[in-house]
């Protein structure tokens, strides 16, 4: 039983931060980037904890696991889940922006100046764009998915509505 409730917790906690990152059509990586550095220290604190917290449930849920591992599993097993913790916050941290709190409700019309794909792994790849907004003279670069990246060349016409979320992160949900 103890097991089974490590694995769910575990997988719970992955899905939950791969969804805040995968659920947003377009996130703003400049308002991103700026709200990941002004909270680092919490999340580096809040990854130590969960991976505290997930090797005391291993020992708990497996006490026969490290008899086999040597010292060097030991310390790699805490460091593991310390940095999948790390990567899997920006998820959250996109969930809190858009789910507690102020939302605020804007329009972004201008030219898409830039667009680019790079390859983040062997299977995957992130599509960006570049856009100037003429309205209120700023630049936004979103991170965005295939299909809305495909939707556009450079030098097009960009008009849609966004949210500027309670820790300050630019994102639409829709396509």
Excluded at 122 to 134: A, G, K, N, P, W
Aim: hydrophobic share 45%; aromatic share 16%.
């Amino acid at each position: 039983m103890k097991q089974f409730l490590f694995i769910s917790a575990a997988i719970a906690y992955v899905v939950t931060g791969l969804v805040g990152t995968k659920t947003y059509a377009y996130v703003d990586t400049g308002s991103l980037d700026k709200t990941i550095d002004r909270l680092m220290i919490p999340l580096i604190l809040f990854s130590v904890l969960v991976a505290a917290a997930f090797f005391y449930g291993f020992i708990k849920a497996f006490p026969g696991g490290f008899a086999r591992q040597k010292r060097i599993g030991r310390i790699a097993i805490p460091i593991a889940f310390a940095l999948v913790s790390f990567a899997i916050n920006r998820g959250l941290v996109m969930i809190c922006n858009s789910s507690l709190g102020k939302q605020e409700i804007f329009d972004i019309s201008g030219r898409v100046t830039d667009r680019w794909s790079e390859r983040d792994s062997r299977r995957s790849r992130s599509y960006y764009l570049v856009v100037d907004d003429t309205v209120r003279g700023k630049r936004y670069k979103f991170r965005t998915g295939k299909y809305v990246y495909d939707n556009f060349a450079s030098y097009s016409e960009f008009s849609r509505k966004f949210t500027t979320g309670s820790l300050g992160i630019i994102y639409r949900e829709e396509w």
